[in-house]
């Protein structure tokens, strides 16, 4: 199977988790494609001024690795900046937020692994 850009599910999400303006999420595999054994497999957009509130993880692990951009990124309560070709892994009971601060968007692939 070969999914193009064209198809995949784009859903904008407003004030997520809290957070401030709205994140882009284009889906790269849906659900059913993932078996179960995860809850999603996404690129991320987030504009300047933009962020994912801070949340805390049950039963499942999310995985965020920076393609593009600076983001503030809050891990477990520690403020870090993450950069292109930096990964950021929470695991369950852990909680996280990240924040675009700078001019540029932040581009992320995030994925949420199931326990």
Do not use: W
Request: net charge negative.
């Amino acid at each position: 199977m070969i999914k193009k850009s064209s198809d995949l599910n784009v859903q904008v999400n407003e004030k997520m988790r809290g957070g401030d303006g709205s994140i882009t999420i284009r889906h790269i595999a849906d659900k059913p494609e993932m078996y179960g054994k995860s809850r999603m497999y996404a690129r991320m957009t987030i504009k300047p001024g933009c962020s994912i509130g801070y949340h805390i993880h049950e039963g499942e692990t999310e995985i965020f690795h920076i393609l593009a951009g600076t983001a503030s990124y809050n891990d477990n309560g520690e403020q870090a900046e993450l950069i292109p070709g930096d990964t950021s892994i929470t695991p369950a009971s852990h909680g996280h937020a990240i924040a675009n601060r700078g001019s540029e968007d932040v581009e992320l692939i995030a994925l949420i692994v199931l326990q």
